[in-house]
C-alpha cells in the first residue's frame, strides 16, 4: 500500500506515459480530538459541548479534504468511512456539521463568548478564547493541521499552533 502522496506522484507518471492506472482506495480516517479532561482542558470553554460544536462549523471539511486529496477524498461525520457497508446506518443517527459559520457564530454566543473589537472570541470568565491546536510536525499531518487553524483563525478564535516532531510520539 503506499500514502496518498506517493500514489499521486505514480498515477501522474504512469497515465502521462500510458503505463497503467492506479486505483485509490481510501482506508485511512482523518479526525482530530479534543482535550476534554477537566484538569487538562484549556480554556475550561472547551467542555462546554455548543463551543466545540462551534468548532466544526467553522471548519470547512470538504474543501480541506479536496485540498490535501486533489479531490479524491471522503468526509465522514463519523469514525466509521462512508465505504463501510454499514454506513447509512451510522449516517442517520449521528449530528453534523456542515460548514456554517453563522452557525458557529450562534453557538459561541449561546456558550458567552463574543467577538471583540479585534474580531476574536473571548469571555467574561477567560479572557480571549485561545486553545491549542496540536498535530504532528512533518508531510501531510503539519499540511492539514495548519488549514485547520487556518479555519479557526479566520472564524475568530485565538488558537495557536504547535507541530510536534514525530519522534515525540514513536
Same mark, same amino acid.
Given at each position: 500500500?503506499?500514502?496518498?502522496?506517493?500514489?499521486?506522484?505514480?498515477?501522474?507518471?504512469?497515465?502521462?506515459?500510458?503505463?497503467?492506472?492506479?486505483?485509490?482506495?481510501?482506508?485511512?480516517?482523518?479526525?482530530?480530538?479534543?482535550?476534554?479532561?477537566? %484538569?487538562? &482542558?484549556? $480554556? *475550561?470553554?472547551?467542555? !462546554?459541548? #455548543?463551543?466545540?460544536?462551534?468548532? /466544526?462549523?467553522?471548519?470547512?471539511?470538504?474543501?480541506?479534504?479536496?485540498?490535501?486529496?486533489?479531490?479524491?477524498?471522503?468526509?465522514?461525520?463519523?469514525?466509521?468511512?462512508?465505504?463501510?457497508?454499514?454506513?447509512?446506518?451510522? %449516517?442517520? &443517527?449521528? $449530528? *453534523?456539521?456542515?460548514? !456554517?459559520? #453563522?452557525?458557529?457564530?450562534?453557538? /459561541?454566543?449561546?456558550?458567552?463568548?463574543?467577538?471583540?473589537?479585534?474580531?476574536?472570541?473571548?469571555?467574561?470568565?477567560?479572557?480571549?478564547?485561545?486553545?491549542?491546536?496540536?498535530?504532528?510536525?512533518?508531510?501531510?499531518?503539519?499540511?492539514?493541521?495548519?488549514?485547520?487553524?487556518?479555519?479557526?483563525?479566520?472564524?475568530?478564535?485565538?488558537?495557536?499552533?504547535?507541530?510536534?516532531?514525530?519522534?515525540?510520539?514513536?
Amino acid at each position: 500500500s503506499l500514502q496518498f502522496q506517493q500514489a499521486v506522484v505514480l498515477r501522474r507518471n504512469w497515465v502521462a506515459e500510458n503505463k497503467g492506472i492506479v486505483l485509490l482506495n481510501p482506508t485511512q480516517v482523518r479526525h482530530f480530538n479534543m482535550q476534554l479532561r477537566p %484538569d487538562y &482542558v484549556n $480554556p *475550561k470553554s472547551l467542555l !462546554d459541548a #455548543r463551543v466545540r460544536r462551534a468548532i /466544526m462549523h467553522s471548519l470547512d471539511r470538504q474543501a480541506i479534504a479536496e485540498a490535501m486529496l486533489e479531490g479524491e477524498g471522503n468526509v465522514a461525520e463519523s469514525m466509521i468511512p462512508p465505504t463501510v457497508g454499514f454506513y447509512s446506518l451510522v %449516517d442517520r &443517527v449521528i $449530528p *453534523k456539521y456542515p460548514h !456554517d459559520p #453563522r452557525r458557529a457564530d450562534q453557538l /459561541m454566543a449561546e456558550a458567552g463568548l463574543a467577538k471583540g473589537a479585534d474580531g476574536v472570541y473571548a469571555s467574561p470568565v477567560e479572557g480571549r478564547f485561545g486553545p491549542e491546536v496540536r498535530g504532528l510536525a512533518e508531510g501531510q499531518d503539519a499540511q492539514e493541521t495548519t488549514i485547520v487553524v487556518d479555519y479557526l483563525h479566520k472564524a475568530g478564535m485565538d488558537v495557536s499552533l504547535n507541530l510536534v516532531p514525530t519522534v515525540v510520539y514513536n
